[in-house]
């Protein structure tokens, strides 16, 4: 026994992420309207599985003129009991977390721009922040705010640093999402770095049927057809580079990962290559309800018989049945972005978002997307 826990010590001292515990996080965001799809689209808060994930990032919550958080959806949150659900996954993991996610793309900026400039907006969210965190039993909050710009700079720091000041006495946890590409948005990233308990780096969307010519959702490397700038700048590896070089520490960064693929039409059913012409976005799929997307769920449930190509300098796959044309990820891909948290030191991975994964095994696994990011991590 002892000569096991000095052995098990030096490997520590030799191998400092052992100490440090870094790459264990599996942050999965859960867009609750996920609870509403139907047929097999259909995923609740209790089809969660709470030992797969270290924290739930329930998506989303509102903010009111005054800075207080908002439920948005009562009937989903509220009477359907979506975010007692996820409290009491913590029943079934101790020590899983639960947070509010706030805002995301559809929400816009204006509300953000107008609490984070008013010292008493940002107190009264710190304020609403904990209320809400006490009364549903959730552990923090997430700041999803796509994008603060360049007049928002100092706005944005003081207002997570207000947040996280407030939440310190309750030991409550501070997580924002952030742009791929950290020059793009106002962000003063080594005091975000100091601040933050987790940056969760939105590492998909570089390319979708807007480009006119199939290209990958989430490459984890650079593809040959890349231009210079698309090397440096479009591929998940890239934007991590960016973030530590920008002064984030590795161990704050949480790798984005999707669970859903960008889907297009091609402009001729026996061109399926990559680069090749599309017509734009592919019809919306059955449960997730929208153009130039599909879930990894939906690819299984109606594309089984779609041709799976393997693209191995971007280490993602791509899938093209007729004119569908879709760059998602599947356990292989998702498994290699977990070691590359690892090898790097990050905080983990991070999942948007987790009710599309393969919930009744209509590819062969039961969650199988998060189960094999699960598999790389331990
Ligand atoms: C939300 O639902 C609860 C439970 O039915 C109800 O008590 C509350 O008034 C509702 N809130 C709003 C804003 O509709
Ligand atoms: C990762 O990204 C950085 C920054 O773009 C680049 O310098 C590096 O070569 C990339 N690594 C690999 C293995 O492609």
Not at 61 to 71: R, T, V
Not at 101 to 112: K, P, V
Not at 256 to 261: C, L, N, P, Q, S
Not at 363 to 375: E, M, P, S
Request: charged fraction near 15%; proline fraction near 4%; charge should be negative.
């Amino acid at each position: 026994m002892l000569s096991k826990i000095i052995f098990l010590l030096s490997f520590c001292i030799f191998y400092l992420h052992c100490v440090s515990g870094a790459a264990d996080k599996v942050l999965c965001y859960y867009a609750s309207w996920g609870a509403n799809r139907p047929g097999d689209g259909q995923f609740t808060a209790e089809d969660i599985n709470a030992n797969l994930c270290t924290h739930v990032n329930y998506a989303f919550l509102g903010l009111n003129d005054d800075g207080s958080l908002k439920i948005l959806d009562n009937a989903t949150d509220i009477e359907n009991g979506g975010l007692e659900k996820v409290a009491a996954l913590k029943q079934i993991n101790p020590n899983l977390k639960a947070l509010f996610s706030l805002g995301g793309y559809a929400a816009g900026t204006q509300l953000f721009t107008a609490v984070s400039s008013d010292a008493t907006k940002r107190a009264t969210m710190a304020q609403s922040a904990i209320e809400f965190c006490q009364t549903y039993n959730f552990d923090g909050l997430d700041v999803d705010w796509e994008y603060p710009l360049e007049g928002d700079r100092q706005n944005y720091i003081t207002m997570l640093s207000d947040i996280k000041q407030a939440f310190e006495p309750h030991g409550y946890i501070l997580t924002v999402a952030v742009a791929a590409i950290p020059t793009d948005a106002a962000y003063d990233v080594p005091a975000m770095s100091n601040v933050l308990d987790v940056i969760n780096v939105m590492t998909y969307d570089f390319h979708g049927s807007w480009a006119g010519v199939t290209a990958q959702n989430s490459p984890l490397y650079a593809s040959p057809l890349d231009g210079e700038w698309q090397k440096d700048n479009l591929n998940c590896n890239s934007s991590i580079t960016h973030w530590i070089l920008s002064g984030a520490a590795p161990e704050k960064l949480a790798i984005g990962v999707a669970f859903y693929g960008h889907a297009y039409t091609l402009a001729d059913a026996s061109n399926h290559d990559l680069g090749a012409p599309s017509n734009g976005p592919a019809p919306a799929g059955e449960f997730t309800q929208n153009m130039g997307t599909l879930g990894y769920n939906e690819l299984c449930e109606f594309h089984k018989d779609g041709t799976i190509v393997w693209d191995d300098a971007q280490k993602v796959p791509y899938m093209y049945d007729d004119t569908l044309w879709v760059g998602f990820d599947n356990p292989d891909s998702v498994a290699l972005k977990a070691q590359y948290a690892k090898d790097n030191n990050l905080a983990g991975v991070m999942i948007w978002s987790i009710e599309t994964d393969d919930l009744h095994a209509l590819c062969g696994t039961k969650y199988a997307l998060l189960q094999a990011v699960n598999d790389n991590m331990k």
